[in-house]
């Protein structure tokens, strides 16, 4: 059954309540009849219509101002307009108003009347069904950002009735431009709605759960207890998203850095509750990500701070404000230095030096971990080919190398442009890689670890026993040299398990032909129990700390290369 309301229109309703073709079509109309303006709006305002038929002239206004009316409300019956005569301006006015049709009067047939009526109610469904699509997020099916923005507008309101208190959750996946590198696109956007779907179980019914595009996610908690709740919501969330996820037969790991912000204890300002929660989020990503943070009043000048030394850090990188540092290595039987490690370094100007601990994550958050990676590769080959000219002809100088570097860039010709234009002999630069950078994806990381090797360069592999330790990869990939993590170093003189893991490191090298170094040498027992082990060569600040080239040429020359504990 339809219902159809007639404004003005009474001559036509027998059309419909009377066409034995209605009824073999199993369509009945049932049609309510009414002749003004005013008549029309508590029709429509007291119950629910089909469609609604209106005439143009009405005896207290026209039809086309009934249609005006309703066209930007919740009303989504569609309207069809009557008039008496032909009129082109008529024409562009009703389908300007909203109405889906427009008929002079004399050329309406049974037929044509109820085709429109079908018509109009199919195309107001599908007006429905894409505007609930446009509040949702493709991929995912949450809320997108017009929809989440929406839905805190009205929490907040009720908040604001009721004395309620709303916790703003908003994450961004860790690295996920690495995992999309890495895996793919097409892997990257089911990863997408694995987390969609995480988010769904950790949350309840009353909460919004939202994506706001690429690999970020929003929250709004609702009627939350307290704030240990909140955090136990927080820590939830994130270990579900640590759990390996299971892709196309595909092992895949993710993390995420959250911000959390609370209405209205943090702020009662729309726009600044999402600048906070914005803020928090950006924290725990510097902070190593994995983690959240809760907003803090502190934190906006931590922020800013840190993202005006992201953009200073840009024009840095294009003049010469970063530099390198050099830590010796020495060879445990030679006693001579055989290799320096290359530390970037950032002298601001009205800051001074800035900590590679602060530094390092902006450029990751900032994207500009490449360039600064491209940086540091083109100037230890020129300190190193400036060594040589001042008679530290065999000492090779290492470079680390960022996941991100070693994935998303051309890895090889980047290092083959720095050794052209130093003319450094490749053998004597050594690229260095943590585990996980190589293991994400195992035969493109051996392509690109063998075209470097042909090219004459050294590979490391660095924190060595942290990450995936698997024995596979040290017998296909070209290694030349393994760094046991400082962690087991440090350890040895307290815990037999790390002295145990030391000397399985050194021993599975050497039965490899793979060099050993340890690094984070730090007092004269830990030198000894390695030198006893047969370790190839240390590292660490009991040595030698990082120096200047100029310095670290002046003390290597001065001390004749020897192995003996840094004053």
Request: charged fraction near 25%; glycine fraction near 6%.
């Amino acid at each position: 059954m339809l219902d159809i309301l007639s404004v003005g229109c009474r001559e036509f309703a027998r059309f419909l309540v009377l066409s034995p073709c209605a009824i073999s079509r199993n369509i009945n109309y049932n049609v309510k009849t009414v002749v003004t303006y005013a008549e029309a709006l508590e029709a429509i305002e007291s119950r629910e219509f089909d469609a609604c038929l209106v005439n143009f002239d009405l005896a207290d206004k026209s039809g086309l101002d009934l249609i005006r009316k309703f066209a930007a409300s919740e009303v989504s019956m569609p309207f069809i307009l009557i008039a008496d005569e032909e009129d082109d301006q008529v024409d562009v006015e009703a389908m300007a108003s909203g109405a889906v049709d427009y008929f002079v009067k004399d050329q309406i047939t049974a037929p044509l009347l109820r085709g429109a009526i079908s018509y109009g109610i199919e195309r107001k469904r599908t007006e429905r069904r894409l505007a609930a699509l446009a509040g949702f997020d493709e991929l995912t099916g949450l809320a997108n950002r017009t929809q989440f923005h929406r839905r805190l507008h009205q929490e907040i309101a009720v908040a604001n009735r009721t004395g309620a208190q709303l916790a703003i959750f908003q994450l961004d996946l860790d690295r996920f431009k690495q995992i999309n590198d890495t895996i793919g696109h097409m892997m990257g956007d089911h990863l997408l709605m694995k987390i969609a779907g995480c988010l769904r179980e950790c949350c309840r019914e009353i909460d919004t759960v939202a994506r706001l595009g690429g690999d970020e996610f929003a929250v709004i908690a609702t009627h939350f207890n307290d704030h240990d709740s909140v955090e136990m919501m927080a820590r939830k969330i994130l270990a579900n998203i640590s759990e390996p996820f299971t892709i196309v037969g595909h092992t895949v790991h993710a993390s995420a850095s959250m911000g959390i912000t609370l209405y209205p204890n943090d702020e009662d300002n729309f726009e600044r509750l999402l600048a906070n929660v914005d803020m928090a989020m950006y924290r725990a990503k510097t902070d190593g990500g994995n983690s959240y943070r809760f907003f803090d009043a502190n934190l906006n000048g931590e922020i800013k701070r840190q993202r005006r030394l992201g953009r200073e850090m840009r024009r840095a990188l294009e003049g010469k404000k970063f530099f390198a540092h050099y830590q010796p290595l020495f060879d445990t039987k030679s006693s001579r230095v055989v290799s320096a490690e290359a530390l970037a370094r950032w002298r601001h100007p009205s800051e001074g030096f800035i900590c590679p601990d602060e530094f390092i994550p902006i450029a990751e958050s900032a994207s500009l971990i490449d360039r600064l990676g491209e940086r540091m590769l083109r100037t230890a080959c020129i300190d190193c080919k400036e060594r040589q000219s001042q008679g530290l002809e065999n000492i090779a100088v290492a470079v680390n190398v960022s996941p991100s570097q070693f994935r998303r860039s051309d890895i090889v010709g980047t290092a083959m442009r720095a050794l052209r234009k130093s003319r450094l002999n490749p053998a004597l630069l050594e690229l260095e890689l943590t585990e996980a950078t190589v293991m994400q994806d195992f035969e493109e990381a051996a392509n690109a670890l063998q075209r470097l090797r042909n090219e004459g360069m050294r590979i490391a592999i660095v924190d060595f026993g942290t990450g995936y330790s698997s024995m596979t990869y040290l017998k296909h990939f070209p290694v030349d040299r393994l760094k046991i993590d400082q962690s087991f170093i440090s350890g040895m003189e307290t815990e037999s398990g790390d002295r145990a893991i030391t000397r399985a490191i050194i021993r599975l090298a050497s039965g490899l032909g793979i060099d050993v170094t340890a690094e984070e040498v730090e007092n004269q027992a830990q030198l000894e129990f390695l030198r006893s082990k047969r370790c190839n060569s240390v590292q660490g600040y009991l040595l030698g700390r990082p120096a200047t080239l100029n310095e670290f040429v002046e003390s290597i020359s001065g001390q004749n290369s020897s192995l003996s504990v840094a004053s």
